[in-house]
């Protein structure tokens, strides 16, 4: 079992920054992707930003040059942050922790969510 425990989101005004942090505990060796979804309301759950075990990095279109996703393996810890943030970045955020082999999911965590709204 992996646990996560998120923290760093808030209210900010566009065009401004957070910085969301997620800490793994738990049996994280087989652990090989990580990332961060959103889910706004009355809207489906999408990947903002992934991170594999050997460094490859995706982000959504609609965040590429303006977040950046982060790890320090030595604090188990993920991080997100964002810049120049819009209304419509406006979500709870999904820190998750999986491991996986092509379309073979083994295993699949998810954090508590943290609020993160942007006003215009």
């Known amino acids: 079992q992996v646990q996560l425990v998120e923290s760093g989101g808030g209210l900010v005004q566009a065009g401004g920054s957070l910085r969301l942090s997620c800490a793994a505990s738990?049996?994280?060796?087989?652990?090989?992707?990580m990332g961060w979804y959103r889910q706004a309301p009355g809207k489906q759950r999408e990947l903002v930003a992934g991170?594999?075990?050997?460094?490859?990095?995706n982000y959504a279109d609609s965040v590429k040059g303006r977040f950046t996703i982060s790890r320090d393996n030595a604090k188990n810890t993920v991080y997100l942050q964002m810049n120049s943030l819009k209304p419509e970045d406006t979500a709870v955020y999904y820190c998750?922790?999986?491991?996986?082999?092509?379309?073979?999911?083994?295993?699949?965590?998810w954090g508590q969510g943290t609020q993160v709204t942007v006003s215009s």
């Open positions: 991170i594999r075990s050997g460094g490859n990095l």
């Open positions: 998750n922790f999986h491991e996986d082999y092509g379309l073979w999911l083994v295993s699949n965590y």
């Open positions: 738990g049996s994280i060796f087989s652990i090989n992707g």
